[in-house]
């Protein structure tokens, strides 16, 4: 079982830009489907952005063009770089992975943390 622990949170004013991390063990990233979620205080959790194992990657429609999805697998790390932030990007963001293709939908079955990001 993989075992995900993010970071990289904070407080940034609005237009600013983060990375969050969301480092592996237990087991390689590189055959994992992975994906970053966000829940935000109004709303349920909502996929962000997703990158599959081949490399593939999609975003929700909101974050498109400003959040990027990448990884490390030899530091078997995921990573969220985060740019242009705005005010409604405020959540706590988790990382989740699994060796099924769930895309942006929720059925992962391994989850970190989480890491709060506030703009602001």
Not at 13 to 41: E, K
Not at 66 to 89: C, G, H, P
Not at 93 to 116: I, M, P, V
Request: a neutral charge; charged letters at 20%.
């Amino acid at each position: 079982h993989v075992q995900l622990v993010e970071s990289g949170g904070g407080l940034v004013q609005p237009g600013g830009s983060l990375r969050l991390s969301c480092t592996a063990s237990g087991d390689s990233i590189s055959a994992y489907q992975m994906a970053w979620f966000r829940r935000r205080l109004e709303n349920g959790r909502e996929g962000v952005a997703y990158l599959d194992s081949d490399g593939g990657t999609d975003y929700t429609y909101s974050v498109a063009g400003r959040f990027t999805i990448s990884k490390d697998n030899a530091k078997n790390t995921l990573y969220l770089q985060m740019n242009n932030l705005r005010v409604e990007d405020t959540a706590v963001y988790h990382c989740a992975a699994d060796r099924l293709r769930f895309n942006l939908g929720s059925g992962y079955r391994f989850w970190g943390q989480g890491t709060q990001v506030t703009v602001s």
